[in-house]
């Protein structure tokens, strides 16, 4: 099997936000060109008018054997496969794979839970599929707004996929697109980040919507301000499994960029879901369900106790921020880097209750 492979460059290097000195390339992968012989994806390749991502420049497209992924994935239930993102900050090393990824596939399509932290990622999980299936990518499922689950979505786009969210993630995807962009080229290097855009949702999830990939039904629920203002899960019927995005952390430091009190009544609310397993945002891969639940839990019991507690000792914020939650320390990675951003959520949000 052939696919076509293109040389993206950067326009300009702008400065050292870039991460790259001098012109930065690197061979992308052009989804939608797949064919059995060379000669048959150079044909579609020249019936396409392609436009280069906004800031680059590209050679022309040229047609090269299919390669593997370099991402793994295992199989946690027939038909279901699920990648484990490193529970690290996005790097160059990483590509800004830090988060889980996962795909369903059904007897006439196959929808993807999250795309990864960039391009470079999305590319490779476009690969990992083909590896698997030869179906059409029919859905894209973005389990919320933060980029390190949506700057993959490019090749799936290209691929055919509809990108469906919930209904404020447009808006909060739109907002945010020019300070996720700066942040995730300086983290991850202009030359590994080459191609990356925040993906524009082609249709949002008011409530609840089931999806139908073929004799499998995937139901996607929106939440209430939880772990941010844009949260949806997706349960799989056949298998049991839930994937519930960074409404569920395991080993990771959980991110509250939401609701405190929210998150906590989202949580549990979902352990009523018919679900026996779950897929966390990040960590897992695969958890035994409603049991999963119960370190977040705790974790954000003691964030709310501690912020009370600070806020009834008369502590100011930058204080109160540095005991706030400091018992957990010990259960989580990237500690130091996420509780002191919990720690001010969570006294904001309760310092005026009466």
């Not at 196959?110 to 029919?138: H, K, N």
């Not at 447009?170 to 996720?180: F, H, M, Q």
């Not at 018919?274 to 370190?295: D, N």
């Not at 003691?302 to 010990?330: C, F, H, N």
Request: aromatic residues 6%.
């Amino acid at each position: 099997m052939f696919e076509a492979f293109v040389t993206m460059c950067m326009l300009a290097v702008g400065g050292p936000d870039a991460g790259v000195a001098g012109e930065a390339c690197r061979t992308a992968l052009l989804p939608g060109f797949a064919a059995e012989t060379k000669a048959s994806c150079e044909q579609a390749v020249r019936l396409v008018a392609r436009r280069p991502v906004d800031g680059t420049k590209e050679d022309l497209p040229v047609c090269a054997p299919r390669r593997p992924s370099t991402l793994e994935f295992s199989e946690a239930a027939p038909g279901v496969f699920v990648h484990r993102g490193v529970v690290a900050e996005p790097d160059p090393a990483n590509a800004g794979d830090v988060s889980n990824i996962a795909f369903v596939v059904g007897s006439t399509s196959i929808a993807v839970i999250d795309a990864g932290g960039s391009r470079q990622v999305g590319e490779e999980l476009y690969l990992a599929i083909r590896e698997r299936s030869a179906l059409p990518v029919s859905h894209l499922i973005l389990t919320h707004m933060h980029p390190d689950h949506v700057f993959g979505a490019g090749p799936l786009k290209e691929a055919g996929a509809t990108i469906l969210g919930q209904a404020n993630l447009p808006r909060a995807l739109l907002d945010r697109a020019e300070s996720y962009q700066a942040s995730f080229t300086r983290l991850i290097g202009g030359a590994t980040f080459l191609g990356s855009r925040i993906p524009v949702p082609d249709r949002v999830i008011a409530a609840e919507e089931a999806i139908d990939l073929g004799g499998r039904v995937l139901e996607l629920k929106t939440w209430p301000t939880a772990h941010t203002a844009t949260d949806l899960t997706v349960f799989d019927r056949t298998s049991g499994i839930l994937f519930a995005g960074d409404l569920l952390f395991d080993t990771h430091t959980p991110a509250l960029d939401g609701s405190l009190r929210g998150w906590r009544a989202v949580l549990s609310q979902m352990e009523g879901l018919p679900a026996t397993r779950v897929v966390p945002g990040h960590g897992g891969p695969l958890l035994g369900w409603p049991q999963a639940a119960e370190p977040v839990e705790r974790y954000l019991g003691v964030l709310e106790a501690d912020a009370r507690k600070a806020i009834d000792d008369g502590l100011a914020l930058g204080p109160a921020t540095e005991t706030i939650g400091r018992s957990e320390a010990g259960h989580w990675q990237l500690f130091d880097l996420f509780n002191p951003r919990n720690a001010t959520v969570a006294y904001t949000e309760l310092e005026w209750d009466p």
